[in-house]
């Protein structure tokens, strides 16, 4: 008995799942109930090639997701009876009196929330980065975020600078900035995601996604700038060059 669910996924005689002729979901198996099992949702409407990179599965006992920002996993608490997609690009479900974003049960009520920018939401008094990490020790009326067109998980307030939602202790945000070389539009490679920056006591190699900022303790600050060469982007002080937050001697 071969059930179809649709965008390539199959149900065979109740006892295994194949996407395309290969088995899927294996470790799953004892607890999906294969005969309540079916699609409930995909993003596919929204692409142009309808190719479906993300879909909502259910049963009667539990909701699922596979998706290119999470492998297959169960919705904690998610109940298939009230199952609501609320912004499926994003990953925005609820459910059981959660929101959630992709596989993520959300901390908070998201009709509260406020979107300072992709990375940064802002409820009530309380700030979170990526929608489920909390913001600790943060200063929301200093709070800002700088660079809001390049830079975007890059913030600061009065007391610390921020990189995806954690301070970066070295670096005094009174004084901290990107290098306007970076900033200008010239074109260069990774021109979107790497970046130099300085303040009054060191520079720093921002990779946005990298998970930290890189601390370089250069002896002659001042003179720290960047430059593009043959399209690839590198910063220079007086005894270095680095490219990709790498040095090599001058």
């Known amino acids: 008995m071969i059930k179809d669910l649709g965008h390539g996924y199959k149900i065979i005689d109740n006892k295994f799942i194949l996407c395309y002729e290969s088995e899927v ?32 599965f259910g049963d ?23 199952f609501k997609v609320i912004d499926i690009q994003k990953g925005y479900t609820f459910s059981n009196g959660n929101y959630y974003r992709h596989n993520d049960k959300m901390p908070f009520d998201l009709s509260k929330a406020k979107h300072l920018n992709d990375y940064h939401i802002r409820v009530e008094d309380q700030l979170y980065f990526g929608d489920v990490k909390r913001i600790e020790n943060v200063d929301l009326e200093s709070f800002v975020i700088p660079y809001p067109e390049k830079v975007e998980n890059l913030a600061k307030d009065k007391n610390h600078v921020f ?26 490679l990774e021109c979107d995601n790497t970046f130099y920056a300085k303040d009054d006591t060191y520079a720093y190699f921002i990779r946005t996604i990298s998970d930290e900022v890189k601390v370089i303790k250069t002896k002659s600050l001042e003179d720290f700038h960047f430059k593009v060469i043959d399209e690839r982007g590198y910063a220079f002080d007086k005894e270095y060059s680095y490219y990709m937050g790498k040095r090599t001697k001058l």
Do not use: R
């Open 25 to 56: 979901f294996k470790k799953f198996y004892k607890t999906i109930d294969f005969e309540t099992f079916e699609i409930i949702t995909t993003n596919a409407e929204y692409d142009n090639d309808g190719f479906a990179s993300t879909i909502y």
């Open 60 to 82: 009667k006992n539990h909701v699922y997701i596979q998706s290119a920002f999470t492998s297959f996993s169960i919705l904690e608490n998610a109940n298939p009876k009230d």
């Open 163 to 188: 990189f995806k939602g954690k301070i970066v202790l070295e670096v005094n945000p009174d004084t901290f900035k990107v290098l306007e070389g970076c900033l200008d539009g010239t074109y260069y």
